[in-house]
């Protein structure tokens, strides 16, 4: 069973800057993509940031040159610095891991993390 363990977040003044982290754990045979999605009250979800295995990252561009998504594949741990947060990035934020468990799984599947709060005030 995959899961993924976030951490960070919190409440912060428009302007400032949190780190979010999030560990994969459990079996798992390839991590094809780590990335982060948010949701604010009232919306749907919505990717932030993804970093495929082997490909470019790729951000929304509401958060382009502000955030930076990095992994540490050894860790299996994606990351997000956010800065010059604004009230707007106020959401729950999702790691999310596309995995294949093992070698005879042809589709990956996506696994969530349980969320965490990020609150900017303004």
């Known amino acids: 069973q995959v899961q993924l363990v976030e951490s960070g977040g919190g409440l912060v003044q428009a302007g400032g800057s949190l780190s979010l982290s999030c560990a994969a754990s459990g079996s798992m045979f390839s991590i094809n993509a780590m990335g982060w999605y948010r949701q604010a009250p009232g919306k749907q979800r919505e990717l932030v940031a993804a970093?495929?295995?082997?490909?470019?990252?790729n951000y929304s561009d509401s958060v382009k040159g502000r955030f930076a998504i990095s992994r540490d594949n050894a860790k299996k741990t994606v990351y997000l610095q956010m800065n010059s947060l604004k009230p707007e990035d106020t959401a729950v934020y999702y790691c999310?891991?596309?995995?294949?468990?093992?070698?005879?799984?042809?589709?990956?599947?996506?696994?969530w993390g349980q969320g965490t709060q990020v609150t900017v005030s303004s």
């Open positions: 999310n891991a596309v995995v294949r468990v093992s070698p005879f799984e042809r589709t990956p599947r996506d696994y």
């Open positions: 970093a495929p295995s082997g490909g470019a990252t």
